[in-house]
């Protein structure tokens, strides 16, 4: 079975340039979870889909970020514009349904901003 | 405010060396706590889920506890792979997200 599916892996950028993030969760999971992590830092949570919908955004900088799961399956999490201090790595994660289930994490696509 | 606190933030042990890493939670109506291991370059993988004080997990040389303010993980005769960053995360009444500790960042010598 093939696991949660990030790119780009990695991802350098000048200040004040767009970027975005692609996700393929696993099929068959209804939720889907983008997570930002900081260097030495837990993951901390930005939006969370159930399908198409996002149930969840209430940590996400609305001024610059965004995000879509169109058909409820793959997302895109956007920057525009990025920030120095936006570096960092950006974590999908899936889930079959909004239980109490283990989260199936991406590799991370790690985002450096100059 | 809901909070999760791991320690130590790191952890260097000798092959067969066994340790424990704590996981302190102030977390409204704990529904579950959770134990993931990350690699460098990777995402977290997930180890164990405790519902309730008392409860206990095993894995391999991995066993995870749980009581009403903090959860342990154990390791038993540790292995240089077994070397990774160990985080736990908590989820509360009222809400569909985790709350993740800082790590432990585990070095396991040969």
């Known amino acids: 079975e093939a696991g949660v599916v990030q790119s780009p892996r990695y991802k350098i950028i000048e200040k004040k340039q767009p970027v975005a993030f692609w996700c393929n969760p696993i099929?068959?999971?209804?939720?889907l979870y983008w997570y930002r992590q900081n260097l030495g830092q837990g993951p901390e949570l930005l939006i969370r889909?159930?399908?198409?919908?996002?149930?969840?955004d209430s940590q996400l900088p609305k001024d610059r970020f965004s995000a879509e799961r169109l058909k409820g399956v793959d997302s895109t999490l956007k920057i525009q514009p990025a920030e120095l201090g936006d570096s960092a790595v950006y974590l999908c994660?899936?889930?079959?349904?909004?239980?109490?289930?283990?989260?199936?994490f991406g590799p991370g696509t790690r985002l450096t901003v100059l | 405010e809901d909070q999760v606190t791991q320690s130590p933030e790191a952890l260097r042990l000798q092959e067969g060396e066994s340790s424990s890493l704590n996981c302190s939670y102030t977390v409204s109506g704990l529904r579950g706590l959770f134990w993931y291991r990350q690699d460098p370059g990777k995402g977290p993988e997930f180890l164990f889920t405790l519902y309730s004080a008392g409860e206990e997990k095993e894995k391999e040389r991995l066993k995870a506890t749980l009581t009403k303010k903090e959860s342990f993980l154990h390791i038993t005769a540790p292995k240089p792979e077994d070397s990774a960053t160990y985080l736990c995360?908590?989820?509360?009444?009222?809400?569909?997200?985790?709350?993740f500790g800082t790590g432990t960042r585990l070095k396991v010598l040969a």
């Open positions: 995360a908590a989820w509360g009444a009222g809400t569909y997200k985790y709350i």
């Open positions: 889909y159930e399908n198409e919908e996002a149930v969840d």
């Open positions: 099929s068959g999971h209804n939720t």
């Open positions: 994660a899936s889930s079959f349904a909004r239980t109490l289930d283990e989260q199936f």
